[in-house]
């Protein structure tokens, strides 16, 4: 009888192994989703942390391509705006910051309503800056836009990160970056106190 028993015993702990082995994977992919941020964050959040960062930030989902022939700045239902989808991005993107303890003091937007929706949305302020409209049918307005951009950017040596809200072909102006709607791209001063592309977000 003894000798019957050891067997039985034996099959018993080899059939509890894998559940209690699976269950430590489990846990172990847990712990890896719900880690601190800092340990495995991109390096574009890292460098959000650091005095003098900039974020060019592309206005979230607003369906079509351009606007209407008969937009008016002063009129939102003239324009192209964001849809439900582009408007939970934005949130989604302030608490993307927020969850990370990165806090934004001036916010720039160009003064479409799709990018202050989406500055006010994430940030909860915009203020509307001419430069960051873009002009892609006047190359001379272009380039003094993107001079007075590229001073701003630079002026910004301290202090929490400088947000400009803006539009694709602005971002790819300064940048030479292409972006989706709700795409962040993260400039980071240097110790000569010039700004390089650190990375791009995407808060999905």
């Given at each position: 009888?003894?000798?019957?028993?050891?067997p039985?015993?034996?099959?018993?702990?080899?059939?509890?192994?894998p559940?209690?082995?699976?269950?430590l994977?489990?846990l172990?992919?847990?712990?890896?989703?719900?880690?601190?941020?800092?340990?495995t964050?991109p390096?574009?959040?890292?460098a959000?942390?650091?005095?003098?960062?900039?974020?060019?930030l592309?206005?979230?989902?607003?369906?079509?391509?351009f606007?209407?022939p008969?937009?008016?700045l002063d009129?939102c239902a003239?324009?192209?705006?964001?849809d439900?989808?582009?408007?939970?991005?934005?949130?989604r993107?302030?608490?993307?910051?927020?969850?990370r303890?990165?806090?934004?003091?001036?916010?720039?937007?160009?003064?479409r309503?799709?990018?202050?929706?989406?500055?006010?949305?994430?940030?909860?302020?915009?203020?509307?800056?001419?430069?960051?409209?873009?002009?892609?049918?006047?190359?001379?307005l272009r380039?003094?836009?993107?001079?007075?951009?590229?001073?701003?950017?630079?002026a910004h040596?301290?202090?929490s990160?400088?947000?400009?809200?803006?539009?694709?072909s602005?971002?790819?102006?300064?940048?030479?970056?292409?972006?989706?709607?709700?795409?962040?791209v993260?400039l980071?001063?240097?110790?000569?106190?010039?700004?390089?592309v650190?990375?791009?977000l995407?808060v999905d």
């Open positions: 009888m003894a000798r019957d028993r050891a039985r015993a034996e099959a018993a702990r080899r059939r509890r192994r559940g209690g082995a699976l269950l994977v489990a172990a992919v847990f712990l890896v989703r719900i880690g601190p941020a800092g340990g964050e390096p574009g959040w890292q959000l942390r650091t005095p003098g960062a900039v974020v060019l592309r206005h979230s989902t607003a369906p079509g391509t606007d209407p008969d937009a008016r009129d003239t324009q192209r705006n964001l439900a989808n582009g408007r939970a991005q934005a949130q993107i302030g608490e993307a910051f927020r969850q303890g990165i806090t934004v003091n001036v916010v720039l937007s160009s003064p309503c799709r990018c202050l929706d989406t500055a006010r949305l994430a940030f909860g302020k915009a203020e509307p800056w001419e430069p960051l409209l873009g002009a892609l049918k006047d190359s001379d380039r003094r836009q993107l001079a007075e951009i590229r001073q701003r950017i630079e040596q301290t202090g990160p400088l947000v400009l809200v803006t539009h694709g602005v971002i790819s102006d300064v940048t030479g970056r292409h972006v989706r709607m709700g795409e962040l993260i980071q001063r240097a110790a000569d106190g010039r700004h390089a650190t990375g791009q995407f």
